[in-house]
């Protein structure tokens, strides 16, 4: 009874020296984190939208809804969004710029975590290529990978659904003038 009271103790203790240094190591890596991400957010905006010089979040709450793009003589020149739906084994997130007028500049697979070679090859520029210079009700036209054809239609089913709430928004606040 003594030694399993002992081996209890013990596990107790090694269970409280891992969780304390799990929360230190979490502590200080915290904001490195969030800057890393913010850091990668900023690129995948610019890649979406070459054009744009300047970003500007529409927030509703604390979430970011979109992001106003402008030009260099800070002219609007579009909007770029985050778009997300249920892919095979996983959430896939988009970033996605899209022209004033609707057309869609080009997206970037954020995150998923797909089949590998099957369903992870929405991240290729085969696929994602498709969406360039095509009109948000165009976007039917964009070929689904084959054997990959529920996490081609989350990215597709996802831009599309995101991007036509994003036009309505940008036109009930008469941005695009």
Do not use: H, W
Not at 52 to 71: P, R, T, W
Not at 143 to 169: F, P, Y
């Amino acid at each position: 009874m003594k030694e399993m009271v002992r081996y209890g103790l013990t596990l107790a203790l090694i269970c409280v020296s891992a969780s304390a240094s799990l929360a230190v190591v979490n502590s200080l890596t915290k904001s490195k984190i969030i800057e890393q991400a913010k850091i990668e957010e900023e690129a995948s905006l610019k890649e979406v939208l070459k054009d744009a010089q300047k970003f500007e979040e529409i927030k509703l709450g604390d979430e970011v809804l979109f992001y106003k793009a402008f030009d260099k003589d800070n002219k609007f020149i579009g909007a770029a969004f985050k778009a997300s739906g249920k892919g095979y084994s996983s959430v896939v997130e988009t970033m996605v710029g899209m022209r004033k007028d609707g057309v869609i500049t080009a997206i970037k697979v954020l995150s998923q975590n797909e089949t590998p070679g099957l369903g992870a090859r929405i991240v290729e520029p085969s696929f994602t290529g498709q969406f360039s210079d095509k009109n948000i009700e165009g976007l039917s036209d964009v070929q689904a990978i084959t054997g990959a054809t529920i996490s081609s239609r989350a990215v597709i089913e996802s831009i599309k659904k995101k991007a036509r709430e994003i036009k309505k928004l940008l036109a009930s606040e008469s941005v695009s003038q």
